[in-house]
């Protein structure tokens, strides 16, 4: 079963990476083919991502639901493909890094926003291909005091006929993905004021 | 990344080579074939290729080269002759056939493919057990005629920077497999029992199949002898001098405008026209087609040569089969269509019109595609231009749709329990439908199909479930119906420049244009006529590549 796990320290408080995940608009474009997502209830929702695969593309659409709810640090979920035979599970882990706990800041807002806002970052498609340039453009951590820690795991396994060759494109995939995302979110919250980040 | 400047075998940037012995327009398999022949004769060829990709539409075809009495046949218990291929093509060319360019192509082809396969390392194999079109007419042979390659690994063969420049065929991504082995593992038809961990292994480490394969090891050679393949250079213009082609002009991504001197000759492989809808409309019957060939192959190399007199001739339009779309998918800026050549022959399906009547015998895709595109002067319409195929629930669970696998019914495939609510669906006449099911399986359930003999010819019934008994290709529906509309798509083309069986390009007085040849699509199917069969187009572009530059260079060939 492909999975990928990402972790990294985003040198700004933690409610300020809340204040920018909490809400999906502001980093859904950040997805590579997001074309839409709907928010069925608040463990649900449904997204539409355009993904690579081999040599064409395609609408892939699935089913997110949440099945755990530990605030302010952890969320785990499934994910179910409704036009792919696939599916899968994850985490994500919002918090302080173990060295700069006496600093924390206390995560606010509305916790049914920021479980299905920090889940989401996850999800599957391809992102930009400007994790180099990304990860050159990010700001020194070590230089600064507030810190955040942020992790993700995903697994996803997909099933049918095609399976095996589906997992074997989505390992590299996901793992790119997960990379390039966290670079793209450490650029935006690091810039100073994220949440005038103007989407793509 | 599209390049921003062409890319050669000598760097990043084109080294602008004034003068060549030979300048081929075009990289796949005529192109490479006649790059090929140049390099073992000691002559510095550049191949000039518009694209950022090498294989052109030998790149995004099946992989299966035709080639009748081939040196493998006899080693595998397979008897064949020259004149059985002769006499069978003669017979089903309707006339249009071209004598001595057919003769040519027969009698060299078995030669040049060992030449291929001997000195240039490209690995061909049989593939056995597979029909020609037209097995059951004069000449006709069961099995033994086709060639392909096995898989093409990639990261071993090629430097990393030529193995991204490779082109692949959206129709066969994430299918590793050679033809040899499909058939081993019985067929289209039994995907769903197929070693995919083992193909999953092979995507992983870059295997490429199918027509990409054999550019692939055709490109190896071509890199291994050093020949100058510049992408990203779009030849624009042929030079001409007192009648005589000497160049051509290029233009390349950054805009930049040169001249290339050719001192033996200019070989244009550049493919049909099939992506060129502009072209389908002024030289073909019905034009609505799908190209879903190589995007980059647009008629430029047969609008060059019209401008400095070459001849035209129209033959049977273009290389058409069957297809339908998945909503969302794309590939090269397009909506990808998916052939569907052999679905619509396995048992438990039939083809009709959007009146809900059937129009041919959907075991053989040519018949099918000759209707869809027929033009009724009756009506003045295309009655079966808006097709659909039907199946049913057995069928779904037993046979792929493309990549879609047995049992799986993703949300925008219709479905219904009757054929008057798919018929709703489909915006097809309903009650005709009813009717038209209620009618095949009335002698289906025989194995029979009075009404377009499904499953009649020996290619059409190898394209069904030999499981099935009496007819592999005939089986009542029942049970929960499953639609999806056809449509009608390109693949190559027929109909292009007249030329000769030296690959000379003739003008429209019927004399060879001196230092102009053409080879593969670009050139009209004079082989053939209205004959066809898979992997034939394939053969000749590699026979004619070969030839031609022959021909340029030493006069050897005498056919």
């Known amino acids: 079963m492909p999975s990928v796990t990402c972790s990294r320290i985003l040198a700004v408080e933690q409610s300020t990476v809340w204040e920018f995940i909490k809400d999906i608009g502001n980093w859904a474009p950040f997805l590579m083919g997001y074309q839409s997502h709907e928010v069925i209830d608040e463990n649900r929702s449904t997204w539409t991502v355009r993904g690579e695969i ?16 530990v605030v302010p640090s952890r969320v785990s979920f499934r994910l179910q493909g409704v036009t792919e035979p696939f599916e899968g599970s994850g985490s994500v882990i919002l918090g302080v890094p173990e060295s700069d706990r006496e600093h924390a800041a206390q995560a606010t807002g509305s916790g049914r926003r920021w479980r299905l806002g920090a889940l989401l970052l996850m999800l599957t498609g391809r992102w930009r291909r400007r994790a180099r340039t990304l990860r050159q453009q990010a700001p020194n951590t070590a230089e600064t005091a507030a810190q955040t820690s942020l992790s993700f795991n995903l697994n996803l396994a997909a099933s049918g006929m095609t399976g095996p060759v589906i997992n074997a494109m989505l390992e590299p995939m996901m793992l790119q993905a997960a990379d390039e995302l966290a670079d793209r979110l450490i650029e935006v919250i690091s810039a100073g004021d994220p949440l005038a980040h103007h989407h793509d | 990344m599209r390049s921003a400047s062409p890319l050669s075998l000598t760097g990043g940037s084109m080294v602008h080579s004034p003068e060549a012995d030979v300048v081929i327009i075009g990289s796949g398999g005529a192109g490479l074939a006649a790059a090929l022949t140049a390099a073992e004769q000691g002559a510095h060829a550049v191949v000039l290729e518009g694209s950022r990709q090498v294989g052109g539409t030998f790149a995004y075809s099946a992989g299966l080269v035709w080639v009748a009495n081939n040196h493998l046949m006899a080693g595998s218990g397979f008897s064949d002759s020259s004149e059985e291929a002769l006499s069978h093509i003669r017979a089903l060319s309707g006339g249009r056939h071209d004598e001595g360019v057919l003769q040519t192509f027969i009698e060299n082809a078995p030669r040049i493919i060992r030449w291929l396969a001997d000195v240039m390392h490209v690995p061909f194999e049989l593939v056995v057990g597979y029909p020609d079109y037209y097995a059951d007419r004069l000449g006709g042979k069961v099995s033994g005629r086709y060639l392909a390659t096995p898989v093409f690994p990639a990261s071993e063969l090629l430097p990393p920077e030529w193995a991204s420049r490779l082109a692949v065929s959206p129709h066969f991504a994430g299918l590793p497999a050679s033809w040899a082995e499909i058939h081993e593992w019985g067929g289209l038809a039994a995907m769903a029992s197929w070693d995919w961990e083992a193909l999953a292994g092979r995507f992983s480490s870059d295997c490429r199949a199918f027509g990409s394969a054999i550019i692939g090891f055709m490109l190896a050679e071509c890199l291994r002898r050093q020949v100058d393949i510049r992408l990203n250079c779009r030849a624009t213009e042929l030079l001409i001098e007192g009648g005589t082609v000497t160049g051509v002009k290029i233009l390349d991504d950054s805009g930049t405008k040169s001249e290339l001197r050719a001192k033996r000759g200019v070989l244009l492989a550049t493919g049909g026209y099939d992506s060129n809808d502009a072209l389908k409309k002024r030289w073909d019957t019905y034009s609505s087609t799908i190209g879903i060939g190589s995007p980059g192959v647009d008629g430029s190399g047969i609008t060059m040569a019209l401008e400095v007199g070459a001849g035209f001739e129209v033959l049977d ?4 089969t069957p297809c339908y779309h998945i909503p969302g998918e794309e590939a090269d800026d397009r909506p990808l269509f998916r052939s569907a050549v052999r679905e619509p022959a396995f048992p438990g399906g039939i083809v009709v019109n959007a009146a809900g009547k059937r129009f041919a015998d959907e075991s053989f895709f040519r018949p099918l595609c000759q ?3 027929r033009f009724d002067v009756i009506s003045q319409s295309y009655p079966n231009e808006n097709a659909f195929f039907i199946f049913d629930e057995e069928w779904k669970q037993s046979y792929s ?35 038209t099911v209620r009618a095949y399986n009335t002698s289906a359930d025989r194995g029979l199909d009075p009404e377009f003999h499904r499953g009649s010819t020996l290619y059409g019934r190898h394209n069904g479930d030999q499981r099935v008994q009496p007819n592999p290709c005939v089986r009542a529906l029942k049970g929960r119906f499953y639609g999806v509309q056809l449509r009608l798509a390109s693949s190559g083309t027929n109909s292009g420049l007249a030329s000769n069986n030296c690959g000379q390009v003739l003008h429209v007085r019927g004399y060879p244009i001196p230092g102009l040849y053409a080879a593969g699509n670009v050139a009209a199917n004079r082989a053939e006529g209205f004959w066809i069969n898979s992997g034939s187009s394939n053969a000749k572009s590699l026979t004619f590549g070969h030839l031609a530059v022959k021909h340029m260079l030493d006069g050897a060939h005498k056919k």
């Open chain 2, 371 to 373: 209707e869809m595109a």
């Open chain 1, 54 to 69: 081999g040599a064409f593309t395609r609408n892939v659409r699935f089913d997110v639901d949440i099945k755990e709810w």
């Open chain 2, 317 to 320: 339009g273009q290389i058409t």
């Open chain 2, 401 to 435: 749709l493309g990549p879609i696998g047995p049992g799986e019914s993703p949300p925008w495939l219709v479905t219904a329990d009757s054929p008057g609510e798919l018929a709703a669906q489909l915006r097809i006449d309903g009650a005709s439908l009813e009717a």
